[in-house]
Nanobody, 115 residues
Framework: QVQLVESGGGLAQPGGSLRLSCAAS????????MRWYRQASGKERDLVAS????????NYVDSVKGRFTISRDNTKNTVYLQMNNLKPEDTAVYYC????????WGQGTQVTVSS
């Protein structure tokens, strides 16, 4: 079965950095686009970034462009989200996602940006 396990969240100061990882299993990772979403408390879950199956194309929501970088390692079945110049408004639970006829989600990892 599909499993997505996020890690790397935590507390960061404004302007700081975190790197999220998502380890995938139960499907052929290298043929699927992957996505990162986030959900702030009391808000809807929103798409943050996506990456093509080969890793040669990525898209970002405007609010993170120039600060976040999505990448993947198909030899390790892992997708990453490098987050730089973090802002308090980046505080949320971050989820890894794959669409394979249905949406599959990890358990999420909390990112808190605060001084």
């Amino acid at each position: 079965q599909v499993q997505l396990v996020e890690s790397g969240g935590g507390l960061a100061q404004p302007g700081g950095s975190l790197r999220l990882s998502c380890a995938a299993s139960g499907f052929i990772f290298s043929i699927y686009a992957m996505r990162w979403y986030r959900q702030a408390s009391g808000k809807e879950r929103d798409l943050v970034a996506s990456i093509s199956s080969a890793g040669d194309s990525a898209n970002y929501v405007d609010s993170v462009k120039g600060r976040f970088t999505i990448s993947r390692d198909n030899t390790k079945n892992t997708v990453y989200l490098q987050m730089n110049n973090l802002k308090p408004e980046d505080t949320a639970v971050y989820y890894c996602n794959v669409y394979r006829g249905s949406m599959y989600w990890g358990q999420g990892t909390q990112v808190t940006v605060s001084s």
